[in-house]
């Protein structure tokens, strides 16, 4: 089974910064993509950012130039370095896990936190 260990969200004023972090553990991750999805009350969860085992990455609109995801395979983590936030930001993150080769899987995190707020 497949856990997902986030950290790091949390309270922030507009144009600070914040880093979170994602460990998996418990299956096979060659060839997962690993990524941050945010969700706010009401609305659809939606793509934060994205990197593959071989390291493309796709970022939101939203966040390209001001988020920074990166990945350490030997780990099996990715960190979100969120800089320059915005009161859009806040929302609860989530970190995902998928692989779309046998064996085939997708696990989300519990979610964390941000709030940017002054």
């Known amino acids: 089974q497949v856990q997902l260990q986030e950290s790091g969200g949390g309270l922030v004023q507009p144009g600070g910064s914040l880093t979170l972090s994602c460990t998996a553990s418990?299956?096979?991750?060659?060839?997962?993509?690993m990524g941050w999805y945010r969700q706010v009350p009401g609305m659809q969860r939606e793509l934060v950012a994205t990197v593959t085992s071989g390291g493309n990455i796709r970022y939101a609109d939203s966040v390209e130039g001001r988020f920074t995801i990166s990945r350490h395979n030997a780990k099996n983590t990715i960190w979100l370095q969120m800089d320059d936030l915005k009161p859009e930001d806040t929302a609860v993150y989530y970190c995902?896990?998928?692989?779309?080769?046998?064996?085939?899987?997708?696990?989300w995190g519990q979610g964390t936190q941000v709030t940017v707020s002054s």
């Open positions: 418990g299956g096979v991750f060659a060839a997962a993509t």
């Open positions: 995902n896990i998928r692989r779309v080769i046998t064996p085939t899987y997708t696990y």
